[in-house]
């Protein structure tokens, strides 16, 4: 890694028109339609009265896979992808046009044979330049401790609570998700290509992390808040291990009350917890109209 590169490396922005149809190939890419006579899965999956799901913020205007820029020298084989949060600043219609501005915000090192973390943020904003939605991301670097750092650490995801889930939500994936899900927009071949998988340390391709993300947030607003996936207001979470298409997702859920959920998911075939310290927010069943929500994040 070229720590001055990276220190310096502009994102151009980008804007993005997207259809009903792109919501819907998002929805599918997670799962939704494995019930076609549930309206709950219709309502992501069907033109008519089509709702956008929330985790969507992740991949609109996705800024293609920069990390092979040649003038970063970043080892981006051994990138892994640790932490994910996004905040809804204003419910995400299901087509419109929306533009991006990216940042990396810094990088800790870790030491040469620990790697090092590197924290990059999008705000995306609509037609009008209303904040639709602030996501962050935090990647580890394998191959790249002992380089330098900068800028500053996203603050850490607290413990999950010692207790018995209050909810707890199966569902299956496909042996072809990852493929399905890429076409919404990340194209990492790690995903994809058995040859990159073996390179990276990988056996076979793995499901991409926004993917198990999505399912997490489909888990979420089935037992949470059916029919109204608007009320979620934030997600965030670490992913913990990989996730292999096909395998089974268990999704666990702690309700805190007042809005404030805790959340993991695990894989049940080799019982591994992939996603941890998950939290989300939920905005009350009489919320405020979408021109009254607060423009920052909760």
Not at 195 to 210: C, N, S, T, W, Y
Request: overall charge neutral; hydrophobic content about 40%.
């Amino acid at each position: 890694m070229d720590i001055e590169a990276l220190r310096h490396f502009r994102f151009d922005e980008i804007r993005q028109s997207y259809s009903k149809k792109d919501t819907i190939l998002y929805a599918l890419g997670l799962g939704y339609g494995s019930d076609p006579l549930n309206p709950d899965e219709l309502r992501f999956t069907y033109e008519q009265d089509l709702h956008a799901v929330p985790s969507m913020v992740n991949i609109l205007a996705h800024p293609g896979f920069w990390v092979q820029r040649p003038e970063l020298k970043l080892n981006w084989r051994k990138l892994l992808h640790a932490e994910q949060r996004f905040d809804i600043l204003r419910p995400l219609p299901p087509e419109g046009e929306l533009s991006a501005t990216y940042r990396v915000t810094g990088v800790v090192d870790r030491g040469a044979a620990k790697g090092a973390w590197l924290y990059q943020r999008k705000d995306l904003s609509d037609a009008a330049g209303r904040p639709v939605a602030q996501v962050s991301s935090t990647y580890l670097l394998r191959g790249d401790g002992g380089c330098g750092m900068f800028g500053t650490a996203e603050p850490e995801l607290p413990p999950l609570p010692q207790r018995r889930a209050d909810h707890v939500l199966r569902q299956p994936t496909l042996p072809q998700q990852a493929l399905l899900y890429r076409l919404s927009g990340d194209m990492n071949p790690l995903h994809a290509s058995p040859e990159v998988a073996r390179q990276a340390g990988f056996d076979r391709p793995i499901l991409h992390g926004l993917c198990t993300m999505g399912i997490a947030c489909r888990a979420l607003i089935s037992v949470l808040c059916p029919g109204a996936p608007e009320r979620l207001r934030h997600l965030s979470l670490r992913f913990s291990h990989r996730v292999y298409p096909g395998e089974t997702i268990q999704t666990e859920v702690f309700d805190l009350g007042a809005g404030e959920i805790r959340f993991r998911s695990r894989v049940v075939e080799r019982d591994v917890i992939v996603l941890d310290r998950g939290r989300a927010e939920l905005a009350p069943a009489t919320a405020p109209a979408p021109d009254e929500m607060a423009a920052s994040p909760g």
